[in-house]
């Protein structure tokens, strides 16, 4: 049996599209909608485990407290997928201990571009290998990734890689 393959050379017509390239089918893996609809509650919660801590850290006076203990809820937000509860509790608890390490390589590096630039390149890349467990792990890794470099480009401040890998992951519960 032959495949039939697609026009080729100077003049050639076919109907070539975007998603038909092979990274078409990734990009269209990432954008794809697994639930219609507006989940009120989940976007409800979603707002209360990251906005929290956010308000309390302003109200105390510990704004850098609040801005990481505030990314630690994003991250239970968004690192949580839809699903049976031992789903939810296992890729969740991943999530946040693999955001929390995220955070320390993050804040560990910040102070060099060229060791952001080299953990970014591996930390993002092993977080990428998740996307083999189907959507579950590519949004965790994701989740990974983004937490990494959102933590790498805000200063530390005050606070030390064991402060901050604290309260992110006191944001996270």
């Given amino acids: 049996m032959t495949q039939a393959l697609p ?3 100077p003049g050639a017509t076919g109907t070539a599209r975007a998603e038909d390239a092979p990274a078409g089918g990734v990009w269209r893996e990432a954008f794809q909608v697994e639930r219609r609809g507006i989940d009120v509650r989940a976007g409800l919660a979603g707002a209360v485990a990251s906005c929290t801590p956010l308000a309390l850290g302003v ?3 510990e704004e850098e407290i609040g801005v990481i203990a505030c990314f630690g809820g994003l991250n239970a937000a968004l ?3 839809r699903g049976v509860l031992r789903e939810r509790v296992g890729w969740g608890a991943g999530a946040a201990l693999a955001c929390c390490l995220s955070v320390a390589v993050a804040t560990a590096v910040q102070d060099s571009v060229a060791a952001s630039i080299a953990a970014a390149f591996g930390v993002i890349g ?7 467990f189907g959507p579950n792990g590519g949004l ?3 989740v990974i990734g983004a937490i990494f470099v959102i933590t790498n480009g805000i200063s530390a401040g005050s606070l030390d890689v064991g402060e901050r890998v604290l309260w992110f992951g006191l944001g996270s519960l």
Avoid at 126 to 132: G, I, Q, S, Y
């Fill in 7 to 9: 026009p080729a050379g």
């Fill in 59 to 61: 109200a105390i006076g």
């Fill in 79 to 81: 690192g949580v997928p």
């Fill in 126 to 132: 092993l977080a990428a290998f998740l996307r083999t």
């Fill in 140 to 142: 965790t890794g994701f």
